[in-house]
């Protein structure tokens, strides 16, 4: 592979890591809120903290923000590398994972304080299978509608990704993405996990 090309992609990985690093929920509510979002609720940054503790048009802007940090990154390297370019799955698979881990680990707050990232590789699959990241929308949605709780339909969502990817892609690298964040986010939900064996996981909305 030409230098020229390593730098380029070096360049667009490093920006997926840097856009996927910016904490909407806690800019949004800083300019738009008297929240202090790392401090209300559970603390989480994430659309759904925001939804519960700074009311819901903050927390469909943060929503929007964390898809769009997932789905920007993946759609320029794409474009910049184009469709030919061998390696493209696995490439565009790290850009993904790129823009995921900056939400958990973002540096502009010391690599501390992020997300579970769910919206954000929601995004990034968006741009990679399209169809996939549909099927499992339906699922998140289909949960939160029986049990009204973001932390069980996120699980059972990314929980089913991988073998849905490999069912329409037959994409190793993308199947293989799929597994490491699906590993990341049942790790963010260790604490959700054990409040909903407990049956002590706030709802959404109700009791």
């Known amino acids: 592979m ?11 990985w490093t920006f997926a890591y840097l856009t996927g690093a910016i904490p ?4 949004l509510t800083r300019k738009l809120s008297t929240v202090d979002i790392q401090q209300a609720g559970s603390g989480n940054i994430g659309a759904t903290n925001v939804l519960r503790t700074a009311g819901i048009p903050l927390g469909l802007l943060t929503l929007a923000g964390d898809v769009l940090k997932g789905a920007l990154p993946v759609l320029i390297a ?3 590398i184009g469709s030919n370019f061998p390696g493209r799955e696995i490439f565009l698979g790290l850009v993904i994972l ?9 540096v502009y707050l010391k690599f501390r304080g992020g997300g579970k990232g769910v919206a954000t590789a929601g995004g990034g699959f968006l741009m990679v299978s399209p169809a996939s990241l549909m099927i499992i929308l ?28 490999w069912f329409l892609t037959a994409s190793p690298a993308l199947t ?13 939900h260790i604490e959700n996990i054990r409040r ?10 109700g009791k």
């Open 2 to 12: 030409e230098p020229s090309k390593i730098i380029q992609m070096s360049l667009l």
């Open 24 to 27: 909407w929920g806690l800019v």
């Open 78 to 80: 794409d474009r910049v």
């Open 98 to 106: 790129g823009a995921f881990l900056g939400h958990l680990y973002p």
């Open 138 to 165: 339906s699922v998140f949605i289909l949960v939160v509608l029986w049990r009204k709780r973001v932390s069980l339909a996120s699980l059972a969502a990314f929980g089913l990704l991988p073998a849905v990817l």
């Open 176 to 188: 293989g993405a799929a597994l490491v964040i699906t590993g990341f986010i049942y790790l963010r």
């Open 196 to 205: 909903l064996r407990a049956g002590t996981e706030p709802a959404l909305w």
